[in-house]
C-alpha cells in the first residue's frame, strides 16, 4: 500500500517540477549538455564524435535542435560509437533519502543508423543496473529529407538503494553506408531528492532539488 500511495504522490508532483517554467530546464546534473562549449568537454567518447553546428547529408543538413550546436557520430566510420558522462548522484541512504531520476536526449537519425540512451547505476565499482531506451530511430532505409528531431525519456522511477553515480550514455551504430547519420541534443539527466517519513501509517514526502548547474 505505501508504495502505490508513494508513486502516485509522486506522479501528481514531480511532473510540476521537472515540467519547469516554458524556455526553462532547472536541474541538469549534466556538464555541457547540449555540446555549447562547441566541443566535447565533459564527455568520454570512443570514435570520432563530435561537437558542430551543421552536418550536411544527401538528403539536406542537420541542424541544432536548440542552441548553437549539437553532437554528430558522423564522424565514426566504424560500426557504433559513444559518448558517455558519469555523474554524482549524492543520495544519504542513511537519513532515510531517496531518489527519483529523470534522462531525456533529443535525436535525429539517417539511413536506418540507430541511437540509444541507456543510464547504469553504480555503488562505487558495482553496477547496480541500468535502463534503456532500446533502439532509437527515426528514419527508413533512404535518404529522409529533413528528419526531426524526436525526444527520447528514461526514468520517472526510483535511483537503486546505495547509487552513488550513474553513466548517462548515447550510442550510435551504423546500420547503412560507412558513416553513422545519428545526433544528439538537449541532453539532460536530473535526480530529485526526498526523504520519506511515516505519520499515521501515511507517507509524507518531502522533495529537496539536488543543487546543480542549470543549461
Given at each position: 500500500i ?7 504522490v509522486?506522479a501528481?508532483s514531480?511532473g ?8 526553462a ?5 549534466l556538464?555541457?549538455?547540449g ?12 570514435g570520432?564524435v ?9 538528403s ?6 536548440d542552441?548553437?550546436?549539437f553532437f554528430?557520430?558522423?564522424?565514426v566510420a ?8 558519469n555523474v ?6 542513511s537519513?532515510n533519502?531517496?531518489g527519483i ?5 533529443w535525436?535525429?537519425t539517417n539511413?536506418s543508423d540507430?541511437?540509444e540512451m541507456v ?10 543496473g541500468s535502463d534503456t ?5 527515426n ?12 525526444e527520447?525519456?528514461l526514468g ?5 538503494c546505495?547509487?552513488d ?10 546500420n547503412?553506408?560507412?558513416m553513422?547519420?545519428?545526433f544528439?541534443?538537449?541532453?539532460k539527466?536530473d535526480?530529485i531528492?526526498?526523504?520519506l517519513s511515516?505519520?499515521?501509517?501515511t ?6 532539488p539536488?543543487d546543480?548547474?542549470?543549461?
Amino acid at each position: 500500500i505505501l508504495a502505490i500511495v508513494l508513486s502516485t504522490v509522486l506522479a501528481l508532483s514531480l511532473g510540476a517540477v521537472f515540467a519547469g517554467p516554458a524556455g526553462a530546464d532547472p536541474g541538469n546534473l549534466l556538464s555541457n549538455p547540449g555540446a555549447e562549449t562547441g566541443d566535447m568537454t565533459g564527455w568520454t567518447a570512443t570514435g570520432n564524435v563530435y561537437a558542430t553546428t551543421s552536418q550536411v547529408q544527401g538528403s539536406g543538413t542537420v541542424l541544432p535542435y536548440d542552441g548553437s550546436y549539437f553532437f554528430s557520430f558522423h564522424g565514426v566510420a566504424t560500426p557504433s560509437g559513444n559518448m558517455s558522462q558519469n555523474v554524482s548522484l549524492a543520495i544519504d541512504n542513511s537519513e532515510n533519502e531517496f531518489g527519483i531520476y529523470k534522462a531525456r536526449c533529443w535525436y535525429q537519425t539517417n539511413m536506418s543508423d540507430s541511437g540509444e540512451m541507456v543510464v547504469e547505476f553504480w555503488d562505487g565499482a558495482t553496477s547496480l543496473g541500468s535502463d534503456t531506451t532500446g533502439t532509437l530511430c527515426n528514419s527508413g532505409g533512404e535518404p529522409n529529407p529533413d528528419p526531426p528531431w524526436v525526444e527520447a525519456n528514461l526514468g520517472w522511477d526510483f535511483v537503486p538503494c546505495n547509487a552513488d553515480s550513474a553513466d548517462f550514455t548515447l550510442n550510435g551504430t551504423t546500420n547503412h553506408g560507412t558513416m553513422c547519420n545519428v545526433f544528439y541534443d538537449y541532453l539532460k539527466f536530473d535526480v530529485i531528492k526526498g526523504t520519506l517519513s511515516l505519520a499515521e501509517g501515511t507517507p509524507d514526502v518531502a522533495y529537496n532539488p539536488i543543487d546543480t548547474d542549470h543549461e
